[in-house]
C-alpha cells in the first residue's frame, strides 16, 4: 500500500521507499531473508528497486512472499516512478 492510509499487509507499506533502508518499516515482520538485506544499512535506490521487481527472489537471495516477477522493463520504471512521488508521510510530493 502507498498513500496516506497505507498500512502493512503481506508486504510493508510503500511510502517513501526510495532512499529507505531496505527492511526498514519498524512495525513490519520481515522474513529472515529480506530482513538481511537491510542489517547493512542497503537502501532502497530506484535500481535496486527495478532489479528487485524482476525477480524478487533472486534478489533477496532466499524466500520472500514477494514472488511475482516483472520482466518488463518499463513497467518496472513506471512502477518506480510512481512509488517515488510518495514521501514517507504518504503526501505525493509531485
Do not use: C, H, K
Amino acid at each position: 500500500m502507498v498513500g496516506p492510509d497505507a498500512a502493512n499487509r503481506v508486504g510493508p507499506q510503500l511510502n517513501g521507499l526510495i532512499g529507505r533502508q531496505m527492511a526498514g518499516v519498524e512495525d513490519f515482520n520481515y522474513g529472515p531473508a529480506n530482513a538481511a538485506l537491510g542489517e547493512d544499512g542497503s537502501v532502497w535506490t530506484e535500481e535496486a528497486l527495478f532489479e528487485y521487481l524482476a525477480d524478487p527472489r533472486a534478489f533477496v537471495g532466499g524466500a520472500t512472499r514477494m514472488t511475482t516477477r516483472y520482466p518488463d522493463e518499463q513497467f518496472r520504471w513506471d512502477v518506480i516512478a510512481y512509488l517515488s512521488q510518495f514521501n514517507a508521510d504518504g503526501e505525493r510530493t509531485e
